[in-house]
């Protein structure tokens, strides 16, 4: 039986090669709380619980705002930090599915890697996913916001590496 891919549902990988040890890259990725200091599209993450950093079973609720005029707000329950290496998380809210986000040491430097799988909840975009543009304008979308991340990210952490 054949089941096609749900127009809601988006499969979104962002990797990246970052001139940093692993543990610096580590270090802000952990810290959810400063994402807004170096992810200009982050406007607001709240950690839940008295530990400021990701760990198994932390419970994050995040507002992000790319280029599209739409903000999305979803919450995640870290299910697996592996550190210096792996987190993997559950997303419900606008975004429902996981993401998991690796590193990888090459000596000096870092390969990043972030992928996201989730269908969209909210109605309104749900509605907009039947239409090929818009997904195109989705995806796009996170790629914007993943680039202003992954450029601030670098610079944070190669300027602290030198």
Not at 13 to 35: D, M, Q
Not at 55 to 72: A, D, K, M
Not at 76 to 95: H, K, N, W, Y
Request: charged share 20%; hydrophobic share 40%.
């Amino acid at each position: 039986m054949y089941n096609p891919p749900m127009d809601n549902a988006f499969d979104l990988i962002t990797c990246c090669t970052i001139n940093a040890p692993v543990s610096a890259i580590w270090r802000e990725t952990v810290n959810v709380t400063a994402y807004p200091e170096w992810w200009p599209d982050m406007k607001n993450v709240t950690i839940h619980g008295k530990e400021p950093c990701l760990q198994e079973g932390s419970e994050v609720s995040y507002i992000i705002r790319g280029f599209l005029p739409h903000t999305l707000q979803f919450q995640t329950v870290v299910t697996q930090c592996q550190p210096f290496s792996r987190i993997e998380m559950t997303a419900s809210g606008d975004l429902k599915g996981v993401g998991i986000s690796t590193l990888e040491g090459q000596g000096d430097r870092t390969l990043a890697t972030f992928r996201w799988n989730v269908e969209i909840m909210s109605p309104f975009l749900r509605k907009l996913c039947k239409w090929w543009l818009f997904r195109k304008l989705f995806a796009w979308n996170h790629d914007f916001t993943m680039r202003h991340a992954i450029r601030n990210l670098k610079a944070r952490v190669e300027h602290a590496s030198l």
